[in-house]
Nanobody, 124 residues
Framework: QLLESGGGLVQAGDSLTLSCEVLGGALRDPVLGWVRQAPGKERTFVASIMGSGYDSQYADTIEGRFTISRDNGKNTVYLQMSDLKPEDTAVYYC???????????????????WGQGTQVTVSS
């Protein structure tokens, strides 16, 4: 039900925007988040946004370089990434909370629906 796109190979300092479309119609404006998994490491929280888009939450490690946004008319959430660093290399997953939950969360267990991921590779 979640389809990510936009990953690729970029150089350090470049920008990249990931997209995640919520498919199927079963989830109406859910809380959406981005989680990433670097090679050999556990998945870590990146960002989350309320269904209304009113509020968002970020991991401290992002340091203001990423922006999460959404277009509910397109059932799509975006992750705009700037000043990318080699340590941002990871598979980026889109995730959605179940209906009835309205607030952002940095806890992966709060997300019931997951996409397949899109690879982002940042070369130095």
């Amino acid at each position: 039900q979640l389809l990510e796109s936009g990953g690729g190979l970029v150089q350090a300092g470049d920008s990249l925007t990931l997209s995640c479309e919520v498919l199927g119609g079963a989830l109406r404006d859910p809380v959406l988040g981005w989680v990433r998994q670097a090679p050999g490491k556990e998945r870590t929280f990146v960002a989350s946004i309320m269904g209304s888009g009113y509020d968002s939450q970020y991991a401290d490690t992002i340091e203001g370089r990423f922006t999460i946004s959404r277009d509910n008319g397109k059932n799509t959430v975006y992750l705009q990434m700037s000043d990318l660093k080699p340590e941002d290399t990871a598979v980026y997953y889109c995730a959605a909370r179940s209906p009835g939950y309205y607030f952002t969360s940095d806890y992966q267990g709060d997300y019931e629906y997951w996409g397949q991921g899109t690879q982002v590779t940042v070369s130095s």
